[in-house]
T-cell receptor
Framework: DQQVKQNSPSLSVQEGRISILNCDYT??????FLWYKKYPAEGPTFLISISSIKDKNEDGRFTVFLNKSAKHLSLHIVPSQPGDSAVYFC??????????FGAGTRLTVKP | EAQVTQNPRYLITVTGKKLTVTCSQN?????MSWYRQDPGLGLRQIYYSMNVEVTDKGDVPEGYKVSRKEKRNFPLILESPSPNQTSLYFC???????????????FGPGTRLTVL
């Protein structure tokens, strides 16, 4: 039972355009959300996070939006760069401090 | 440099031959965890440890053992590996929740295991 779902296995965008990666969750007890980025042959690295008391968090080119009523969050990358090409994992913490990950979305940014 | 290291990075073995994947962190983190990554399933937690001598099962613990005798090390042991344990394994560490708030996990580079 996957409590965190990333329904798009892959996404391709042109350099300079916006990349939007989506994530849905089913557990209403999740109250902290993170995005991790993973390059081939490396471990995931933390990118950005958001608490459930917020609906937006911005860090440079990266913005995460949270819609609690829809149990949906998204990661926006503007402008997208070829170096952003990676697999992006959505993750969520519940009140027990257990983290759940989505299956990942492979982003390809074309020059 | 703050990091989580894993060894080996790649391993091919045969069914039933015991193996250990080591994990070490130099950030004095209390919390350590093992995940496996499989296509379409994301990262699933195998075991975790809140501190020295404290370990607990994650979502997919069957066929695995762990130990936490020292704060920096958290080895993953497969006593009798089987082909369904062929996967990409990640070790991670973080400050514990007792430190306040939620803490990002730092991941090792991964160990790709193939069990024939």
């Amino acid at each position: 039972d996957q409590q965190v779902k990333q329904n798009s296995p892959s996404l391709s965008v042109q350099e300079g355009r916006i990349s939007i990666l989506n994530c849905d969750y089913t557990n209403s007890m999740f109250d902290y959300f993170l995005w991790y980025k993973k390059y081939p042959a490396e471990g995931p690295t933390f990118l950005i996070s958001i608490s459930s008391i917020k609906d937006k968090n911005e860090d440079g080119r990266f913005t995460v939006f949270l819609n609690k009523s829809a149990k949906h969050l998204s990661l926006h990358i503007v402008p997208s760069q070829p170096g952003d090409s990676a697999v992006y994992f959505c993750a969520a913490y519940d009140y027990n401090n257990d983290m759940r990950f989505g299956a990942g979305t492979r982003l390809t940014v074309k020059p | 440099e703050a990091q989580v290291t894993q060894n080996p990075r790649y391993l091919i073995t045969v069914t039933g031959k015991k193996l250990t994947v080591t994990c070490s962190q130099n950030m004095n983190h209390e919390y350590m965890s093992w995940y496996r990554q499989d296509p379409g399933l994301g990262l699933r937690q195998i075991y975790y440890s809140m501190n020295v001598e404290v370990t607990d099962k994650g979502d997919v613990p069957e066929g695995y053992k762990v130990s936490r005798k020292e704060k920096r090390n958290f080895p993953l042991i497969l006593e009798s590996p089987s082909p369904n344990q062929t996967s990409l394994y990640f070790c991670a560490s973080s400050l514990s929740k007792s430190s306040g708030g939620y803490n990002e996990q730092f991941f090792g580079p991964g160990t790709r295991l193939t069990v024939l």
